[in-house]
Structures are given as C-alpha cells and as structure tokens.
C-alpha cells in the first residue's frame, strides 16, 4: 500500500526540482533519532566488545592497580568453566518463561471477563490495571515486606488462622516468589493487550456466523482465537523484552539469593555491583547478547508477519 | 470503546442471564484479589508503626506517617529534592523522545524511506540488547566525562530506553492517517511542517498522547540506572522510596506511606487514560 502511494508523491514533489528532492529529503527526518540510538546503544555495545578481551578492572576498587592488557579469549574461556554463569542463565530461562506465560493466560482470561458489560465494569478495569502502573521497586517492596515476610506478612497470618504452618517464602522459595511479583505486575499488561484484540474483532462476521447456527464456544474457538494470535505474539515478544531485563524485584527482594540470580543481576555483581571486573563481565554480556541474538531473530520473524498483516489489511 | 453495543466475548457459559451475573462476579473477585497488596499498603500508610508491624488497628488511622516522611532530615535525601529530578528527568527526556520519534515515524510511515522496515527492526532491535551489555562502557565514560550523579546521564538514557517503543507506536498511528487527506495537502503545496501540524497531528493525537504516557511511566519507574549512575544530588523518586527501608526500628507504615506517595502521579495519569493506552499498546495491530 505504502510503495505506490510514496511513489506518486515523489513525483508530485519532484517538479519542485528542489536538491533535496530525492531519498535524502525524506532520510532526513530519521536521522535524529537514527544517530542518537547509534551513538547511545551501539558504541557502547562495540566498546564492550573491546573490554571483553581485556582484563579492565576500575581502578578506584583495588589498592594495588593491575594494568590493563590485552588478554585474547580467556575471559570466554572462563565463562564457560563458571557453574555460577550456568546457573544464571537457567535461571533466566525459568523467570522468562514462567513470569511471561503466567501473565499472558491471566491477561487473556482476565480480558475475556472483561469484555463484556456487568455492573461496575470501568472500576475493576480500574483495580486491574494498576499493579502495571506500580513502581517496580515499590511493587517488590509490597510483596516482600506486606505479603511474603515472615515477620510482617500477611499470607503467613492467614495461613496460621487457617491452621497451617507458616511459609518462608522468600527464603525457601525465592524464584517462585520473583515470579509472583512480575506476573502480578504483567498480567495487567497482558490483558490491556488482549483487550485490545478482543474490541477488534470484527461483530458482523461473529453475528453471521451466530445466524448459521454456530455454538458460542465454536465461534470462540475458531473465529476469536485466530482473530487473537497475533495479539497473543505481541504479548509474548514485548513481555519477554521487558521481563528478561527483570533486575529490580531480584535485587530489592532476594539479593540474588539461592535460585534466584538471574542474568542481568549476575552481570551486575561481577561488574559495578561489587566485583569491578569490566573486563569478564563484559564477556558475560557479549555471550548473553549472542543468546539474545539468537532469540530476537526468532521473534523479529514474529514482528515481520504482524507487519505484513498490517499491509494485506 | 468499551464493548459499546457488543455483546461480548462468547465463552459458551455467557447466553444465560445466571451465567452473565456469575461471571460478572468472577471480574470483580479477581479485581478484588488483584488490588489488595495495593490497598492492603494503602491501609498500612494511614496505621501507627506499632499497628503497622503487627497488622493490627489499635490506635486508629491517620495521616501522620505521611508527614513524617516528607519531612526532610539534613543529609537524607528529602522528598522535594526527588520529586523535583524525577519530574524534570521524566518531563525533558519525555518531550526529546517525542521531539525524535515525530519526525522518525513520519519517515517510517507517511512517506517511508526504502527499506524502512529494516530501519524499523533496528529500532526495536535495541530494545533486546540487555541494559547489562552497555551499562560498563556507559558507566566508565560517565564517570570520565563527570556524568555520575547528574540528571543529564539519567535524561540521557531513558531517551535510549523509550525511543524504539515511541518510535514504533507513533508510527501505527500515522498509517492511521487518510491517505487521501496527505495527498490534497500536497497538492495543494502544503509544507511539511504545515501538513503535520493541519493534518496528521489532530487525527493522531490520541494515540501520540498514548505513546507518550508510556514514556512516562517507564522512565518514572525506572530503577537500574536510577541507582547505580545517580547518588546524591541527583537521585530521583525509587531511590527516595528505598531509603525509607530501615534497618533500625520499625519503618512499615512510613514505606507504605513513601510507596503510595512514589506511586501517586503515575497511576493517576494511567487511570485516566486506561482507554487510550489499550489502543496504544496494540501498536496498530488493529487495522
């Protein structure tokens, strides 16, 4: 749709005979923010490829500075001798998974009560959607110190009024503990998505098809669950964007204790949170980029055919 | 548009008049369920800190935890000082984003360059790049160009964090836009500036208000780099919240208090525009 429309334009701009005229003229508006992104997350990216090869420590952290030197592969050959690196990244793998799939089937359900008119439907829209809009860090504050702690919480009182014994949630169960947090801030997200999906489904087709005859759950199952597909991936791609960086709830929560480190907090300690060595850690994070590669490609593909949705629309 | 003249989903449960009001139930137990460690906090800020640490309500509830905590101690960051950064690292780096991704989306989308959409996956290719691969660099040369501790670096960064999602929506929202209304613009020599501000900009204004509260929101939550490039002056509204964590004595009702305040604006303004953002965050999927 956009090719031959832009085309026709360019003609009509062209009798201008401006020197701008061409390609250029219509580059220039994305230049701005083309160069920004580039100076902002690609320089640093090369320069951290740089460091992965060294053995930069800061300076200020150690009293006797080491010089920085070239040391070729080795901190990548360490990486892969750490049980600890392993470990993080399996843990990475389970609070993605489990925090984003959580929420997508919350959200879907939640949207599907939703969508439809009861008495008081805008409040409890309302209710839902604001853990989302919660700080991070004050949402892992609320659970670790109101709902789950032994001292405070409130779940352990509840479950001793009920007869049973109290729970250490966070110490015994720290993963599972992160993973309630993100879902409980994830799952409103989800479902405005979801929403969104649900309002766009065309009413005269589903009317149509209620005319011939159709169940209500058959028109669920093969004309809404189609119809939300590509809602389902946009969930999932922004979700995991968002909840693989998860940080704030493991460092406010567990500290990255047992079970819990996930791979941006395990980069952190090395690195700026107490072990100051820039050059390792910059090794763990190229290997993370590699396996972030691996998986963006996957979902861009996803992305591609949301836009080619778009243009057959 | 909220399920205006519809009828609904159909989960095969939802024709009979008993099965609509028990599902209608089923919503507001769930958002009962899903609100209360909000109202649960909510109530704590109002108790004493002996009530508070015991879950108990004996001595009644007042405002007096939140008057402690904006109260400012010499030393301690104090409640203006953050709210003060806060506001003006999410406001300047708010309008820079939008200021960038107008301009970029325009390009994307109303008169596309070639290949835009590989300019598009760029921009959203950032975004799966972890923060922990460029945090060292960016730390080091903040700290070599006396960045640490300032909201430049904070404004800085959350331009980068924000721009590929900003850069993305506002462009499902121009597409939106009549082609045949760009086109006699044209025609009739309207300049760029003029077609943006006569034509595309009033149709896609909700949705660019849209986009832009999303800004809001993550840059005024955001917490990494919060911490770690930002000490002293500069520190902006989680930093202020954690430091009402204590060690020493009792500090739950006053948490609570310092959370509910951190939190206030931003879910005031995502409340009323819960409609709008529902648009927005299907970034156009709907045609």
Same mark, same amino acid.
């Given at each position: 749709?956009?090719?031959?429309?832009?085309?026709?334009?360019?003609?009509?701009?062209?009798?201008?005979? /401006?020197?701008?005229?061409?390609?250029?003229?219509?580059?220039?508006?994305?230049?701005?923010?083309? #160069?920004?992104?580039?100076? #902002?997350?690609?320089?640093?990216?090369?320069?951290?490829?740089?460091?992965?090869?060294?053995?930069?420590?800061?300076?200020?952290?150690?009293?006797?500075?080491?010089?920085?030197?070239?040391?070729?592969?080795?901190?990548?050959?360490?990486?892969?001798? %750490?049980?600890?690196?392993?470990?993080?990244?399996?843990?990475?793998?389970?609070?993605?998974?489990?925090?984003? *799939?959580?929420?997508?089937?919350? $959200?879907?359900?939640?949207?599907?009560?939703? /969508?439809?008119?009861?008495?008081?439907?805008?409040?409890?829209?309302?209710? @839902?959607?604001?853990?989302?809009?919660?700080?991070?860090?004050?949402?892992?504050?609320?659970?670790?110190?109101?709902?789950?702690?032994?001292?405070?919480?409130?779940?352990? &009182?509840?479950?001793?009024?009920?007869?049973?014994?109290?729970?250490?949630?966070?110490?015994?169960?720290?993963?599972?503990?992160?993973?309630?947090?993100?879902?409980?801030?994830?799952?409103?997200?989800?479902?405005?998505?979801?929403?969104?999906?649900?309002?766009?489904?065309?009413? %005269?087709?589903?009317?149509?098809?209620? *005319? %011939? $005859?159709?169940?209500?759950?058959?028109?669920?199952?093969?004309?809404? @669950?189609?119809?939300?597909?590509?809602?389902?991936?946009?969930?999932?791609?922004?979700?995991?964007?968002?909840?693989? =960086?998860?940080?704030?709830?493991? /460092?406010?929560?567990?500290?990255?204790?047992?079970?819990?480190?996930?791979?941006?907090?395990?980069?952190? =300690?090395?690195?700026?949170?107490?072990?100051?060595?820039? $050059?390792?850690?910059?090794?763990?994070?190229?290997?993370? *980029? *590699?396996?972030?590669?691996?998986?963006?490609?996957?979902?861009?593909?996803? @992305?591609?055919?949301? @836009? &080619?949705?778009?243009?057959?629309? | 548009?909220?399920?205006?003249?519809?009828?609904?989903?159909?989960?095969?449960?939802?024709?009979?008049?008993?099965?609509?009001?028990?599902?209608?139930?089923?919503?507001?137990?769930?958002?009962?369920?899903?609100?209360?460690?909000?109202?649960?906090?909510?109530?704590?800020?109002?108790?004493?800190?002996?009530?508070?640490?015991?879950?108990?309500?004996?001595?009644?509830?007042?405002?007096?935890?939140?008057?402690?905590?904006?109260?400012?101690?010499?030393?301690?960051?104090?409640?203006? +000082?953050?709210? +003060?950064?806060?506001?003006?690292?999410?406001?300047?780096?708010?309008?820079?984003?939008?200021?960038?991704?107008?301009?970029?989306?325009?390009?994307?989308?109303?008169?596309?360059?070639?290949?835009?959409?590989?300019?598009?996956?760029?921009?959203?290719?950032?975004?799966?790049?972890?923060?922990?691969?460029?945090?060292?660099?960016?730390?080091?040369?903040?700290?070599?160009?006396?960045?640490?501790?300032?909201?430049?670096?904070?404004?800085?960064?959350?331009?980068?964090?924000?721009?590929?999602?900003?850069?993305?929506?506002?462009?499902?929202?121009?597409?939106?836009?009549?082609?045949?209304?760009?086109?006699?613009?044209?025609?009739?020599? +309207?300049?760029?500036?003029?077609?943006?501000?006569?034509?595309?900009?009033?149709?896609?204004?909700?949705?660019?208000?849209? +986009?832009?509260?999303? !800004?809001?929101?993550?840059?005024?939550?955001?917490?990494?780099?919060?911490?770690?490039?930002?000490?002293?002056?500069?520190?902006?509204?989680?930093?202020?919240?954690?430091?009402?964590?204590?060690?020493?004595?009792?500090?739950?009702?006053?948490?609570?208090?310092?959370?509910?305040?951190? !939190?206030?604006?931003?879910?005031?303004?995502?409340?009323?525009?819960?409609?709008?953002?529902?648009?927005?965050?299907?970034?156009?999927?709907?045609?």
């Amino acid at each position: 749709m956009t090719e031959t429309t832009a085309d026709a334009m360019l003609k009509v701009k062209g009798k201008v005979g /401006d020197p701008f005229s061409s390609p250029w003229r219509r580059r220039l508006p994305l230049l701005p923010a083309l #160069v920004f992104m580039i100076a #902002v997350t690609q320089l640093p990216f090369l320069v951290s490829i740089y460091y992965s090869f060294t053995n930069l420590k800061d300076k200020t952290q150690s009293l006797i500075p080491e010089p920085t030197k070239f040391v070729g592969i080795d901190n990548y050959r360490a990486i892969f001798d %750490d049980p600890f690196f392993r470990q993080a990244m399996w843990t990475s793998v389970k609070m993605t998974v489990l925090a984003v *799939v959580l929420s997508l089937v919350f $959200g879907t359900l939640f949207a599907i009560l939703l /969508d439809r008119k009861f008495f008081g439907q805008g409040f409890v829209r309302t209710l @839902l959607i604001t853990p989302f809009l919660l700080m991070p860090v004050v949402a892992a504050l609320i659970w670790k110190q109101q709902m789950f702690s032994s001292l405070f919480g409130i779940l352990d &009182k509840v479950l001793e009024f009920l007869g049973f014994s109290a729970v250490a949630f966070i110490s015994d169960h720290p993963l599972a503990s992160i993973v309630t947090v993100l879902v409980w801030q994830w799952t409103p997200f989800m479902m405005l998505i979801m929403l969104a999906g649900l309002q766009s489904q065309p009413s %005269d087709i589903i009317e149509a098809a209620g *005319v %011939d $005859g159709a169940t209500p759950f058959g028109i669920f199952r093969q004309l809404t @669950l189609p119809h939300l597909r590509r809602y389902l991936e946009l969930g999932t791609l922004l979700g995991s964007i968002y909840i693989v =960086q998860a940080f704030d709830a493991v /460092d406010q929560m567990t500290g990255g204790g047992p079970g819990s480190t996930n791979i941006p907090y395990f980069v952190y =300690q090395e690195s700026i949170g107490g072990g100051f060595r820039y $050059g390792s850690a910059s090794a763990y994070a190229i290997v993370v *980029v *590699v396996f972030s590669i691996i998986i963006a490609t996957f979902s861009l593909r996803v @992305l591609s055919g949301l @836009l &080619k949705d778009e243009q057959r629309a | 548009m909220i399920g205006r003249g519809r009828r609904g989903t159909r989960l095969g449960v939802g024709e009979s008049r008993a099965g609509m009001i028990a599902l209608g139930l089923a919503a507001w137990v769930i958002g009962m369920l899903w609100i209360f460690p909000v109202a649960w906090t909510l109530l704590t800020s109002f108790k004493t800190e002996q009530d508070a640490s015991a879950q108990t309500l004996h001595h009644g509830l007042s405002l007096d935890r939140y008057s402690d905590v904006s109260h400012s101690t010499e030393g301690v960051l104090s409640l203006a +000082t953050a709210f +003060t950064n806060s506001l003006v690292v999410v406001l300047v780096s708010t309008t820079i984003v939008m200021l960038l991704a107008l301009p970029a989306a325009y390009a994307l989308a109303i008169r596309p360059v070639p290949k835009w959409r590989d300019v598009l996956f760029f921009f959203i290719s950032t975004k799966f790049l972890p923060i922990v691969a460029s945090i060292f660099p960016i730390y080091v040369y903040a700290q070599k160009w006396d960045l640490i501790g300032t909201r430049t670096i904070l404004i800085i960064l959350y331009i980068a964090i924000n721009l590929p999602l900003a850069i993305w929506m506002t462009r499902s929202f121009f597409i939106e836009v009549p082609r045949e209304l760009i086109e006699a613009a044209e025609i009739d020599g +309207t300049s760029l500036i003029n077609q943006l501000r006569s034509v595309i900009l009033p149709i896609a204004a909700p949705g660019i208000a849209a +986009t832009a509260l999303l !800004c809001v929101i993550f840059a005024w939550n955001e917490y990494f780099y919060a911490i770690q490039l930002n000490f002293a002056g500069a520190s902006t509204m989680p930093q202020w919240v954690i430091g009402n964590v204590s060690t020493r004595g009792n500090f739950l009702a006053k948490l609570s208090a310092a959370s509910m305040i951190a !939190c206030l604006p931003v879910v005031l303004a995502g409340w009323a525009a819960q409609k709008r953002m529902i648009r927005g965050l299907s970034m156009g999927a709907i045609k």
